[in-house]
């Protein structure tokens, strides 16, 4: 286990950033000194490419069409928070599974705070979570049903979970999405030329044999559908409608791709990592190994890893774990041991359906580093990209350069569609934007 | 900040003044209502800014009756490209609380 310390808020704090012993130590940052934009991100629901482009979009349908920006009509500066609050009332068709999501918030107030040296980009960012009582860490697990074990456990939109057939539980994550001025329409629609009918709990929502006979899906290997920009598909209205391989190959090779990066509060923070992907055809990741891997043996269709009892004082966990104050995370090297199936497992145990490793994620797939702390529902999450990436799966942060990005917030047993979104913002790394980094002496 | 209307009005029209009065947060409801996203209060989006509809009102000598014909009738609207569009309603039946919007608009 390696400590890093690393000024996270005002005060230094100290982050176990555990199992990573090759995790190199940032700078310290007084981010006192760093100026903080307000960012306001809301509940968008079902609020899709072609939702925004329907006349259901009042008043609004041929403006999004041509392209304009979503901010040339929402530029109230409560705009988030009523449209938020408007789309979970219950009423709105955005989101039709309101009832379920009784008491979640309709936007968050973030300030974002940025600064690069010669290194790296550091972006920092500061929320509240609405459970303040808990950092939302946990995931669903593997439960041990005498025989197998089984998936347990769902976000809060899950058929399952609304049914009451297994309990609400997700991590929380925060997204960057960053352009670097090479998608058309990012700059004045932003994630929202992602996000299209077809696509996991949207309207819609691809049906398992239409996936498996898409002839794109197909050729991904994937049997679900998520986020894409229209220029992968032939008709910008129809997910089915996907380019060849070879198309797609070269509209990423001329830089056509949004860059994706994502901590998560239960599989990447405490391996000291964010997810780097992209968005193109797909929602990918970045080519190597990421912060996080399947905790199932395919072949034996059992977990390959358990917690060491000596460390975390169980082999696992039970249902009543979630929520609690126990840290539910598998790591290697720090709490994790392989699996033993002649451990006397009962009916009920549970264990992490990812286990993490700082040590396995490698390539492009790990470039960036995250920290992060919570504390009575303030959520601080610093991200490390490395400028000057050069990987064929990455925008590549200058000093000098604007970039167009886009954030989101998974909160509250959330993943999918179930999040808060910002409007299109710029960041200038050392030069004037919305969100302007500043050099680090 | 311009600090933010207030209109008191009485909460069923015509009942006189025994009925408690309440007051209309006029901006807040041509907000709710999405009335922004083309009217802004001084420059020109989809539809004209209020300044202009209010001094246009006042050139022709109109009131907020004229106004809430617009907001309760709806009816086309010609758009600055020559299209027409439906011009949207507002969201509520209640006179009282139309005519606060209206006043607070032709005040902007």
Not at chain 1, 189 to 210: A, I, N, P, V, Y
Not at chain 2, 15 to 20: F, K, Y
Request: charged fraction near 25%; hydrophobic fraction near 35%; aromatic fraction near 8%.
């Amino acid at each position: 286990m390696n400590k890093t310390a690393w000024i996270i808020g005002a005060t230094t704090v100290t982050t176990i950033a555990a199992g990573c012993a090759s995790m190199s130590p940032g700078p310290a940052v007084d981010w006192n000194k760093v100026p903080a934009t307000k960012v306001t991100l809301f509940y968008p629901g079902q609020s899709s490419y072609q939702w925004l482009r329907s006349e259901a979009h009042a008043g609004a349908a041929k403006e999004t069409a041509r392209g304009d920006a979503c901010t040339s009509c929402h530029d109230d500066p409560k705009e988030e928070q009523r449209q938020g609050a408007k789309i979970l009332n219950g009423k709105h068709p955005l989101e039709p599974q309101a009832a379920a999501l009784k008491g979640k918030n309709g936007h968050i107030d973030m300030t974002v705070q940025a600064a690069y040296d010669d290194k790296n980009a550091y972006l920092r960012f500061q929320y509240k979570t609405n459970n303040p009582n808990h950092p939302g860490n946990d995931y669903p697990g593997y439960r041990f049903d005498g025989k197998e074990w089984k998936a347990f456990g769902a976000m809060r939109l899950d058929k399952n979970v609304v049914a009451g057939k297994t309990p609400a539980v997700y991590e929380n994550r925060l997204n960057i999405m960053l352009d670097d001025g090479k998608v058309p329409g990012f700059a004045n629609q932003g994630c929202w030329l992602t996000c299209h009918d077809g696509e996991r709990e949207m309207q819609k929502e691809g049906t398992k044999e239409e996936v498996q006979a898409n002839e794109l899906m197909k050729a991904l290997k994937k049997s679900d559908v998520r986020k894409y920009l229209p220029a992968s598909r032939t008709d910008v209205n129809d997910w089915r409608s996907g380019k060849s391989l070879d198309e797609i190959a070269k509209i990423k090779a001329s830089g056509g791709f949004v860059d994706l990066m994502q901590w998560r509060a239960h599989r990447s923070d405490k391996a000291g990592g964010a997810d780097d992907g992209y968005v193109l055809e797909y929602r990918n990741f970045d080519k190597g190994s990421n912060h996080f891997a399947s905790n199932m043996d395919s072949k034996t269709k059992q977990p390959k890893f358990m917690f060491d009892p000596a460390k975390f004082g169980g082999k696992a966990f039970a249902a009543n774990d979630y929520g609690s104050k126990k840290e539910l995370i598998l790591i290697k090297g720090v709490n994790a041991v392989p699996f033993d199936p002649n451990a006397g497992w009962k009916e009920g145990d549970i264990l992490p359906q990812y286990v993490l490793s700082a040590e396995d994620a490698k390539g492009s797939a790990a470039d960036n580093k995250a920290f992060s702390t919570w504390k009575d529902g303030l959520q601080t999450v610093v991200f490390v990209r490395p400028l000057g990436l050069v990987n064929d799966d990455d925008k590549t942060i200058k000093v000098g350069n604007v970039y167009n990005v886009g954030f989101a917030v998974h909160d509250d047993k959330m993943t999918g569609r179930g999040h808060h979104v910002s409007y299109t913002k710029t960041l200038g790394i050392g030069t004037k934007a919305d969100i302007q980094a500043v050099k680090l002496n | 900040m311009m600090p933010r209307a207030l209109i008191t009005v009485a909460a069923v029209a015509g009942l006189g003044l025994s009925v408690p009065a309440f007051a209309v947060d006029a901006e807040e409801i041509f907000k709710e209502n999405d009335c922004h996203k083309c009217h802004h209060a001084t420059k020109a989006k989809k539809g004209p800014s209020l300044a202009k509809i209010s001094a246009k009102y006042k050139e022709k000598k109109l009131n907020e009756k004229e106004a809430l014909k617009h907001m309760t009738k709806g009816g086309k609207v010609k758009l600055d490209d020559g299209t027409e569009e439906d011009h949207k309603v507002i969201d509520t039946k209640d006179v009282a609380v139309q005519t606060a919007v209206a006043k607070w608009m032709l005040t902007r």
